[in-house]
């Protein structure tokens, strides 16, 4: 039984991690209920 109902986080770095040249503000959420 699994219920993460909501979990987030920043990810204001991950598109210069992944090489790029700009700084991109970013967010992201995810929603899990598996029974």
Known sequence: ???NIINGGRYDNLIADLG???IIPAVGAAINLNN
Do not use: G, L, P
């Open 1 to 3: 039984k699994n219920i």
């Open 20 to 22: 790029s040249s700009k």
